[in-house]
């Protein structure tokens, strides 16, 4: 399982992401992908 932080959310917000990052998250299944509550709101806030 994966649990993903706002650097690695942000970055997928950017104008131009990382595509080695883009290609990571690719090869992870959706169900193994997880963010926390805090992270949600830093990037709420953020945007």
């Keep these: 399982m994966y649990l993903f932080d706002t650097d690695i959310l942000s970055n997928l917000l950017r104008r131009t992401p990382s595509t080695v990052l883009i290609a990571k998250l690719a090869s992870v299944p959706?169900?193994?992908?997880?963010?926390?509550?805090?992270?949600?709101?830093?990037?709420?806030?953020w945007v």
């Design 30 to 45: 959706p169900e193994q992908q997880f963010t926390s509550a805090i992270t949600l709101g830093r990037l709420y806030f």
